[in-house]
């Protein structure tokens, strides 16, 4: 059966990532307690450098259905709570903004942080 899923990843997926269809992908598979990863494409088309299991992708907002379903979950069974701040629980997170910042306010998007690529002077 693992075999037959791999080949039918393989066969739907290695065709979209073509020299004429730039870009990457990774896929991983997970039957019962196996898991397998595939990677095709390119991570960076300027130099050629291939997709690999340790790629990192943006994936921009098809994150945070995902974050808030762990949030939610960690909520509900009392693991965090929503006005805690965040260095509770990454306390390497100690600057003198993001110590004030709460759990919340990163779920919802409300704590006034920035990512690098929000600001081209933060990028540098």
Known sequence: MIAQMRDIVAAELAPTATLEHPGGLAAALYAGRHVEFFNYGFADDATKQPVTPDTLFNLASLRKP???????LGTLR??????????????????????????????????????????PALAK
Do not use: N, Q
């Open 66 to 72: 995902f974050e808030a379903a762990l949030v939610a």
């Open 78 to 119: 009392g693991e965090l709570r929503l006005d805690d701040p965040v260095p509770k629980y990454l306390p390497e997170l100690d600057g003198d903004y993001i110590r004030h910042v709460t759990i919340g306010e990163l779920a919802t998007h409300t704590s006034g942080l920035l990512l690098p690529t929000d600001s």
